[in-house]
């Protein structure tokens, strides 16, 4: 038997992932590229036990509720049938950072717990797998497991083995800083997965959004290559915006931003038509993530934390790959 520690980053997305093709096989409906955040992490261990009646989940310190368990239990039961370990496991997770928020929890943990319990259960799989089985989890997750700049392929197999995230650059690459300015910490009413199929479903923005996506990948891939800070906030805050427009106009209409979430994204416009490098970013929560050069940093993260309404700011610069930090043999 085997225990094994894994620790896997969260990221955020500079052209987002909303809508999905095949939900059984978690396939997004557009392709996306995000940063990996190096502050914002999940540690996860796992050992499979045959003592064991059911999987369990201890997640910060507590039990996990019913719902998260039985998610956990459906993504080891992938992994037990890729394996001859038809065991049972006992997870303990961690999060270094408030989950549910809009600051992507299950893209770290279900990236981590692919690393730790794949690992775990005996398979020892490449990077590309890691990152389907992952999807699997969650599609946001897929990234997680490269770290520096990363794209995440709307493949075109039924099967999905060609849906998969891939490193553009490590994080060496262009020292970005992320500003993570917190307006809210109360637990977010409709959570992505749900979301997204409700816009699918009812928005009529939809199709616009899918079809409008490849342009946007394009132009994206293409400003960081160059390191064109200009056209990568251009693109980001577009794609950003787009999103949200989505999620605005499905019924019923889905508003994850407060209006110091509002206050905010002005703020960061003002700052750059100042002269200041920095765009926001916003996921399906009211965080505001402003993007800047490293050497910007002090002076957005000191103009954030003046902002009424601004809780607090967590700064972070790019992370590295998911990595196992602990394999023992245990029994
Ligand atoms: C993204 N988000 O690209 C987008 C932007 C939120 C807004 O990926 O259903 O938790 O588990 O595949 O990955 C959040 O969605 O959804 C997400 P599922 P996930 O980061």
Redesign the pocket.
Known sequence: MKKVKAKACS???LV???G?RNIPL?LPAVA?I?VTLDTLFTETEVRFDPELKNDILVLNGSLASEKDTQRMAKFLDLIREKSKNKNCAYVESTNNFPTSAGL?S??SSFACLALAAGRAAGLDLPKSKLSELARLG????ARSIFGGFVEMAIGKKDDGSDCIAHQLFPKEHWDLTVLIAITSEKKKKTG??DG?ESSRLTSPFYKPWITSSPKDMDEMREAIIQKDFEKVAEVAEFSCLK?HALALATNPGLIYWNGTTVDAMHHVREMRENGTPVFFTI??GPQVKAICPAEYSGQVQKQLEQLPGVIRVIKTGLGGDAIVVEEKRVG
């Open positions: 990221n955020i997305a987002k992932y909303w999905k978690n996306s995000s992507a299950s893209a969650s599609g946001s997750a992505s997965t997204m999103m996921d399906a």
